[in-house]
């Protein structure tokens, strides 16, 4: 009886041994990309740069600085953050539906995966190397921050460039040790804390708001509630699940008489998770970047007004996001999900849908389900990501934590637990297998 609970109690001790060192490991990458946003790029003036975000609060230049941790508004080495990863990320998912060499690659399976995750190292660099070299060129002719680059020499371009690009590229590397040495994706954490982050600005700036009479306790009140409700249906949609019934034989006795089980098949209700609420941020920001860079060495008029209009809360801003939002659903969900492929594999199972039979019909029932899940999907995620700008235009609320900020520390914080819990059970059924195989061997 001793035996057992001293074994019990070393299984536990186990599973709790290597969660905790995930979880340290998760901790240390966090404080070392926290204080590498504190490290600033040289030749910076701080306080013409602080009194330029000073004036640029609900903007597109706000939403970067919130996913870099506000390390934009100090010019730190991560102020490209790991946009320019996500944008690497978005081009090659593209190009693994339409080039038929990515397509191939796709099928080759991990080494496949491995490959692709290769070549989005390298569209990162890129990226960040042509986003580095714009911003050092840009900065010292920029109109309303004049005076920010102390001297403007090829010294400054050389180290801003270099800053820039190592700084995006190490927090790429630390994502995907997050991934494979810690818990959860380690792109996704460091977004979330980066945004977590900003949360006390975000407590201070509303109460500094509320002592100087801009906002009453009643918005205050208001607001507070908006965000638990909101909360509240993100995790409840996380956690709901569309089942597909299933049948599958069961044989009974040597005569073979059959009789049929039940299963089912769980479609996620958000399956393409938030993916892409980030890369339809991700989208309007890089090219908000750009149309302003081009703004500030040729004054376009009509430019100007761009991007005006791509500014969280305006009509083209919300009209583009809804349909990157709903385009990247569909493509991510059929992507993480093939209807084809998973027919396939019930009908070498023997497992069928009541009603349909496998193969053709099974695959076009499947993909019927998922669009309407995508389609409920696809409208979620707006509501969720655009909410606030409504708040912020129609109510006139001060709302300064955005829905897409929202969605991703809850998305993120529930599939933490979910790896802890997945990380716990199978530690548990490690140490089954392990028991059953040293039993088979006394036997022998």
Known sequence: MVKKIRSKFKKINSTLIELKKRIIFVFFAIIIFRIGSFIQVPGINNFVLLQFFQTQQNTIIDMLNLFSGGALSRASIFSLSVMPYISASILIQLLTLVVKKFIEIKKEGEIGKKKIDQYVRYVTLLISFIQAVSVAITLPHIISMRGLVIHPNFSFYLTTVLSLCTGTMLLMWLGELITIYGIGNGISIIL???????????????????????????????????????????????????????????PQNIHKVYITKRTHLPLKINMS?????????????????????????IHI??????LYYLQPGNFLYIIISSILIFAFCFCYSYISFNPREIANNLKKSGVFIAGIRPGVQTTQYIIHIMNKIVF???I??????????????????????????????????????????TLILSN??????????LNVNNTF
Do not use: W
């Open 380 to 421: 979620y995620i707006i509501f969720i990501c655009l909410l606030p700008d409504f708040l912020r235009t129609l109510m006139h609320v001060s709302f300064y934590f955005g829905g897409t900020s929202l969605l991703i520390v809850v998305v993120v914080i529930i599939d933490i637990i979910n790896q802890i819990q």
């Open 192 to 250: 979330c804390i980066n945004i977590i982050s900003r949360i006390p600005f975000i407590i201070f700036h509303t109460l500094q708001q509320f002592q100087e009479g801009v906002l009453s306790l009643i918005s205050i009140f208001f607001i507070c509630i908006i965000v638990f409700f909101v909360t509240c249906f993100v995790v409840f949609i996380e956690r709901s699940y569309r089942k597909i019934i299933l049948h599958y034989p069961n």
């Open 428 to 437: 548990k059924y490690n140490s089954i297998l392990n028991k059953s195989y």
């Open 273 to 297: 998770g938030v993916i892409p609420a980030i890369f339809a941020s991700g989208i309007i920001i890089f090219f908000s970047t750009m149309v302003s860079l081009i703004n500030v060495h």
């Open 376 to 378: 409920i999907n696809g």
């Open 301 to 306: 008029k009509y430019l100007e007004y761009l």
